[in-house]
Each structure stands twice: as structure tokens, then as C-alpha cells.
């Protein structure tokens, strides 16, 4: 096995408390800061040169096995290179700011904060007009007193589309609530009768009327109702997940489904982790359920329930998605278009952070650039955390990235507010980094960002996050075939000699080979080896134009 | 005054390059496990043809 033995070691918090003794003996403001800086950048260099022989070493390895590393993953790499980077800048930035900070602090910061907030807070253009009425003016950054009649002259051009935003004073925040107030809309709901439609359709081809509902149902509502904390919840929503895309749509195999889910504590820790052994023994369950019969009564009853689950498996694959995504899928017939409709808004801004010489655009826009290609990540496994639920809370993943993780709580309020630090960071970079040949960013392409933000928050903030079930992806061969290849694997990776290849025998022979070669309890490890394999093919990428919409089934997640 | 606000500073960024040596641990072993997922095809292929 190609066992990865990193050349550094794995978290270097040791090390960073060393530095930090090692700077204790620093009086000097000036002169720590300049030590800081000159330790960030060497801590910056050996871990990029980490990265840079880590990658050579496995490529190394890869070759001498034949074997080819994923370009996803050596990307990944490279996105850690660029965020050590934009880390380095930000604690320049940090340290170089203090000049700034101290003179600030002479105006009135508890007067500032507090009209921040009250600004903030204003629901409508209405209401701030009425606020601003009040406040009588608005001193702007650099000394201009705003008066509250201009002030209103310039907000009402701003609504009745007469003026660009940009007249208005960033004070306060007050631009950002005005191009907040004037860009909320609310969702199409037309859309979202039009995707119950296609939904239905989609489910009627699969003759599975509703399936796709299972999740949101009353029988596992009950299930979720048991669960004492959000993180039960969690994991009662993501075994649900994962049973309901192994079941079939038949009410017996729901019913069953439902029946093993009851018996499961989550507010225990015993079944925190979903493994291949325990996912074995409650797909297990299912078919003892559904079938009548015993697993473990006799090799013909364990061949019986494991041949079923075989039989459903193959050629499975997941993938997690929004609401509005599915829309499109389901209106263009394709699994996924080649265009999704933001590349060429995100290569704008893409150009723009890139411009500024950002060196963490990947940070800002995720894998945008992947994700809108012809292909699709399809998942082999449906589990928790990183499994495909998370990619669907997750979807879009670089709506998701920009935001740092609050689209995925579709947490609109502290999603702009992070936008909006970034954009205020890009502009007011640190001397040392403009003289290291990078710019600040403008006004007019900070509101291109925020105008971009705000278009697909739009589009996809109210978007629920969806799971697809993926099926005929590979060749379907009799399950007692694909069974008794993986019994043979099984034999041989734990040391037995086996001269076998069951395509050139007839089923009942197959049968007959893994009758006398496995016991039931055997089996049950057969199940796990596969399910591990199955597990492993993540973040395959297949091509679009190989997956019919009729082999898609889609599951509505428990919010 | 100044020297805590550089002391905080620097904890954060002794944080974040902490965070990016476990992300790049977690993706070199996602990668050696992909690679063993390849080994394990092999083995899986020469069963099927029979060598």
C-alpha cells in the first residue's frame, strides 16, 4: 500500500510557541514587529517548500507504482500555497495598521459603533430616510459633512435608479445598507412551483412517486423529534440520508428503513461514527427486514441479504446540490449544463482580486472554475461530515468559499458582513505590501464583488440543499459475480492463494464458490471491504454528458 | 499596548499556519488513500483477467 509518511511534521503548534518565547525578549515595539515579520516570512517559505517536496515525493511514489495522483488534490496543495501567503499579508497588514488604529481612536469610537449599528439595522429605504431625518447629518471619512437634505436627495436618486451607489458615503455603512435595501429581492416563487413539477416528473420516471420527500416525511420527522441536540439531529439526518439513497422506492423497504432508524439512539456517541462496519450492519438490517430473514442463520440467508445489497449498489453514485440547481437540471434535461450562468461574473471578479496581485483568489471563489465544467464530483459514499449532505449544504461550493462558510448556514446577514470585510481589507492593504508591487483594490470593483454577492445570494439563498442519488454508472453484471470477485479479493488480501475468475463460471457455480470459501460472519466483512471501497471513490469527477436525468433520483434534506 | 496587539496578531497567524499544516496532512492522506484505491483496482483487474 502507498502508506504517506509527510516530511514535516503534521501540527507545528510547538514550534509557533517557541517563536513566540523566543520574541518575548523583545521590548522594542518597532523591533518586534519587524522580527514577526521577518519570522512569517521564513515560517511562509519553509512551508511552501514543505508543500513543493511533499507533492515531488508523492509523484515520485505514484510513478514507481504506476499509479496517478488526482489533479483536484495537487490543486488543493496549491491553494494551501496561496493561503500561507495571503496569511503572511494579513498579519502585516495587522501589525502595520497600528499607526492607523492609534489616530483613529482620537475621534469617537463607542458614536461610530453604535451608528453603525442602528444603520444596520433599518429594514427599509423608507425607515432610513426617516433615520437620517433624525440624525440631521453624516460626517463622512475624510471631514465632509453630509447634510440630512442632501443626504435624502442622494438616497432617493439611488432607489429610483437615477444614480449609481457609489454617491453615497461608505460612513457608517451607510452605502452597503443602501445597496442592501435597493437589491433584496424576494425569491421567484413561480421557480419553486416549477421545480415541485419537474420534481414530481422526475420521481413518477423513477417509479418513485415521492421518494424523493422520504427525508422530510412524518415517519422520519418522528425519528429527528427523538434527537436532544443539534449534533444528534445531525447524525439522524445523515444516516436517513444514507439509507434512504441504498433503499429502493418501495414501501416495504421504506417501512424497514424507518424500523431500523427507530432503534438507533443518536443521542448516544456509540453511533457518532457512520464506518463501513457499521453502515454493513444496518443495510444489514434493512434486508433482514425487508426479506424476513435471518443473516446470520445460515451462509444461504447471509448470501440471500448480501446479494441484495450488492444488487443495489452498483453503479451508485451521490451528489450534493441546492434547489436552484436542480431547477436548472431539471429544465435543461442535463444532469449539468456546461455554463451555469456565474462564469463569467466570477472571472470578473477572478480578474479583479488577480489583479491586486490577491494571491488567495481560489480562497475567494473555491473551485469555480472546475465546478462550472462539463463534469460533476460524484460522491461513492453518503455520510456526515465531507460526505455529499455537507456538499449539499455547501452548494455552490464558491458562493460558499467567499462567504466563509455562512451561505452553508444561509446566515445572509454575516455572509455580507464577511464579503465586506475582504473588500475593505483589499483596499486599504499595508504600505509594504503596495510596495511590494500590489495595488488596492477600487471602489467601482468593490462593487462589482458586492453587486456579484448579492445577484447569486438571490439566487441561491433561499435554495435548499438537496442530496442526488446516481444509478447505472457502470456496467450492470448479476450480483453473484460482482459478489464473488469481491469474496475473492477478500481471500487474497488476507493471504489465501486464489486461481479464480468467477466470469468463467456460471452463477450457481459463483454461488457455490462463495459458499464453501465464506460463513456468514465472513460475509458480513465482505460487505464492509466493499462498502470501504465504495466509500473511497470520492470526489470522482464524471462527465456530464454519461449521466441521463432518468437515472437521477433527488432527496430533500431535513433542515 | 502596541506590542499586544502584535502579540495577538501573531498568535492568529501561528494559528492559521497550524490549521493549513493539518489541512495539507489531510490532503496528502486523502491523496496516499486514493492511491491505495488505485493499488486495490489493480489487484481487483488482475483477478478479473485472470493473471
Known amino acids: 500500500m502507498n502508506k504517506f509518511e509527510p516530511t514535516a511534521e503534521d501540527i507545528k503548534k510547538p514550534e509557533a510557541q517557541e517563536n513566540l518565547e523566543s520574541l518575548k525578549g523583545v521590548e522594542n515595539p518597532e523591533e518586534l514587529r519587524k522580527q514577526m515579520m521577518s519570522k512569517a516570512e521564513k515560517e511562509t517559505d519553509q512551508f511552501k ?104 436627495e442622494l438616497i432617493s436618486g439611488v432607489s429610483d435608479g437615477k444614480l449609481d451607489v457609489r454617491y453615497i458615503t461608505r460612513a457608517y455603512g451607510l452605502r452597503d445598507k443602501v445597496y442592501e435595501l435597493i437589491s433584496t429581492k424576494e425569491l421567484d416563487e413561480p421557480i419553486k412551483e416549477q421545480l415541485h413539477e419537474a420534481t414530481n416528473e422526475a420521481s413518477k420516471e423513477n417509479g418513485s412517486e415521492n421518494f424523493s420527500e422520504i427525508l422530510v416525511g412524518s415517519d422520519i420527522e418522528k425519528v429527528l423529534d427523538q434527537c436532544q441536540s443539534p449534533e444528534a439531529r445531525q447524525k439522524a439526518i445523515d444516516l436517513s440520508t444514507i439509507l434512504a439513497t441504498h433503499i429502493d422506492a418501495d414501501p416495504k423497504e421504506i417501512s424497514a428503513m424507518v424500523h431500523v432508524l427507530e432503534k438507533v439512539d443518536f443521542n448516544l456517541n456509540s453511533a457518532e461514527e457512520f464506518n463501513s462496519e457499521f453502515l454493513a450492519n444496518v443495510l444489514i438490517g434493512v434486508e433482514e427486514n425487508v426479506n ?109 468559499v467567499m462567504t466563509n462558510g455562512a451561505f452553508s448556514r444561509r446566515d445572509y446577514d454575516e455572509a455580507r458582513k464577511i464579503v465586506s470585510e475582504k473588500i475593505s481589507q483589499w483596499q486599504n492593504r499595508s504600505q509594504e505590501i503596495l510596495d511590494a508591487g500590489r495595488r488596492n483594490i477600487s471602489e467601482a470593483e468593490a462593487d462589482t464583488i458586492m453587486q456579484t454577492f448579492e445577484k447569486y445570494w438571490n439566487k441561491y439563498g433561499n435554495a435548499d440543499p438537496i442530496v442526488l442519488k446516481i444509478t447505472n454508472q457502470e456496467e450492470k453484471v448479476m450480483p453473484v459475480y460482482g459478489l464473488a470477485r469481491e469474496v475473492a479479493l477478500y481471500l487474497k488480501v488476507n493471504g489465501k492463494n486464489v486461481d479464480y475468475n468467477p466470469e468463467d463460471l456460471l452463477p450457481e457455480e459463483n454461488e457455490q464458490f462463495i459458499k464453501e470459501n465464506m460463513a456468514p460472519a465472513e460475509l458480513r466483512k465482505v460487505i464492509i471491504q466493499f462498502l470501504n471501497y465504495k466509500r473511497s471513490q470520492i470526489d470522482e469527477r464524471v462527465s456530464n454528458k454519461s449521466i441521463s436525468i432518468k437515472d437521477v433520483v433527488h432527496f430533500a434534506l431535513p433542515k | 499596548m502596541s506590542e499586544e496587539k502584535y502579540r495577538k496578531a501573531w498568535d492568529r497567524f501561528q494559528d492559521k499556519i497550524a490549521e493549513l499544516k493539518k489541512r495539507k496532512h489531510e490532503v496528502l492522506t486523502r491523496i496516499s488513500e486514493k492511491l491505495d484505491k488505485q493499488h486495490m483496482e489493480k489487484l481487483r483487474e488482475k483477478l478479473q483477467n485472470h493473471e
Open chain 1, 49 to 152: 517548500k514543505e508543500c513543493a517536496d511533499d507533492l515531488v515525493q508523492i509523484e515520485a511514489r505514484a510513478e514507481k507504482d504506476g499509479l496517478v495522483v488526482d489533479g483536484v488534490d495537487k490543486e488543493e496543495l496549491q491553494t494551501l500555497n496561496n493561503e500561507v501567503i495571503t496569511a503572511k499579508e494579513e498579519l502585516f497588514q495587522e501589525i502595520a495598521a497600528e499607526k492607523f488604529l492609534l489616530s483613529e481612536s482620537k475621534t469617537s469610537p463607542d458614536f461610530s459603533k453604535s451608528l453603525e449599528a442602528e444603520i444596520s439595522a433599518i429594514k427599509s429605504i423608507e425607515e432610513l430616510q426617516s433615520y437620517i431625518k433624525n440624525i440631521g447629518s453624516i460626517t463622512a471619512a475624510d471631514g465632509y459633512v453630509y447634510k440630512e437634505k442632501e443626504l435624502a
Open chain 1, 292 to 400: 424476513g430473514i435471518s443473516f446470520d442463520s445460515s451462509i444461504d440467508s447471509a448470501l440471500k441479504n448480501t446479494l441484495k445489497i450488492f444488487e443495489k449498489q452498483q453503479g451508485v453514485y451521490y451528489h450534493g446540490t441546492n434547489a436552484a440547481a436542480w431547477e436548472d437540471i431539471t429544465k435543461s434535461g442535463e444532469i449539468k449544463g456546461e455554463n451555469r450562468g456565474f462564469e463569467d461574473d466570477l472571472d470578473e471578479i477572478n480578474k479583479i482580486v488577480e489583479g491586486a496581485g490577491f494571491a488567495g483568489n481560489t480562497e475567494f471563489l473555491g473551485w469555480y472554475k472546475i465546478n462550472s465544467s462539463d463534469k460533476i464530483f460524484v460522491s461513492g459514499k453518503c455520510d456526515g461530515v465531507n460526505g455529499v449532505n455537507q456538499y449539499a449544504k455547501n452548494s455552490p461550493e464558491w458562493l460558499n
